[in-house]
């Protein structure tokens, strides 16, 4: 099992900025990729972002690139997502999730964290 605890999240106003952590524990020998999902209410949590463990291939979907970073820190098992021009549309539920294999927008999270809010007013 792989455990994932996430930190951050919040309230910002558009066009501000926040950082989203996340901790795996446990078996993480078995993770290649994570990545970050959201889920706005009403809507089907989507990936926003994921990279391998490498840290050497990474996608973004279109709603979020340019704007949004994902960052490894290896050593300390430790994934961040910096969330730069924060809109109004970008309110939802934010997963971190672990996966087996990285497959760019087709990444499938085998492993999930407990969830943050990110709530952005305009």
């Known amino acids: 099992q792989v455990q994932l605890v996430e930190s951050g999240g919040g309230l910002a106003q558009a066009g501000g900025s926040l950082r989203l952590s996340c901790a795996a524990s446990?078996?993480?020998?078995?993770?290649?990729?994570m990545g970050w999902f959201r889920q706005a209410p009403g809507k089907e949590r989507e990936l926003i972002a994921t990279?391998?463990?490498?840290?050497?291939?990474?996608y973004y979907s279109d709603s979020v690139k340019g704007r949004f970073t994902m960052s490894l820190i290896d050593a300390k098992n430790t994934v961040h997502l910096q969330m730069n021009s924060l809109k109004p549309e970008d309110t939802a539920v934010y997963y971190c999730?672990?996966?087996?294999?990285?497959?760019?927008?087709?990444?499938?999270?085998?492993?999930w964290g407990q969830g943050t809010q990110v709530t952005v007013s305009s």
């Open positions: 446990g078996r993480t020998f078995a993770i290649n990729a």
């Open positions: 999730a672990a996966s087996y294999g990285y497959r760019g927008p087709e990444t499938v999270a085998n492993y």
């Open positions: 990279t391998n463990w490498m840290g050497d291939s990474t």
